[in-house]
């Protein structure tokens, strides 16, 4: 049998995360309006309405925010969201749940079949992983959809 040489050709895969806030200072979400405040503090309102974007919010079991992230940056009328980038993120936070959230620029907060088609398929993902999606926003100025507050989920 031949012997594998350890190699400098071979990547090392590192996962880590460490927050710096401490557990008890990490801001809590009750609700879909609590997701769009902590939301719209870290979206940049001058792209709301220019270009649509995806962002995640991954959760402990408190439903404390770990952190945001964004996922993708599109264009006027879409942005792809890769379900592997979204619980890449999740997975890299130790999350045991998230919200998503994306905004559109036209100012209809209504989702799109897409919109739904997508939150259903990341929803099943998210049972399989163990990490729940715990609801979609979909923001515009001023207002937002929630998955969970329509019963759409």
Known sequence: ???????????EIYVGYKTKPKQKDLPKIKSSQDAYEYLMQVWDENRLEHVEECIIL???????????AKVST???SSTIIDPKILFQIALKSNASAFIM?????????????????LTKKIKEASNFM????????????????????????
């Open 74 to 76: 599109g264009g006027v």
């Open 101 to 117: 959230a994306h905004n559109h620029p036209s100012g209809n907060k209504k989702p799109s079949d897409h919109d739904i088609t």
């Open 1 to 11: 049998m031949k012997q594998i040489e350890t190699s400098s050709h071979l990547a």
């Open 130 to 153: 163990e990490i729940e999606l715990l609801d979609h926003l979909i923001i515009i100025s001023g207002e937002y959809y929630s998955f969970v507050d329509e019963g759409r989920m």
């Open 58 to 68: 991954p959760v402990n079991r408190q439903n404390k925010v770990l952190g945001w």
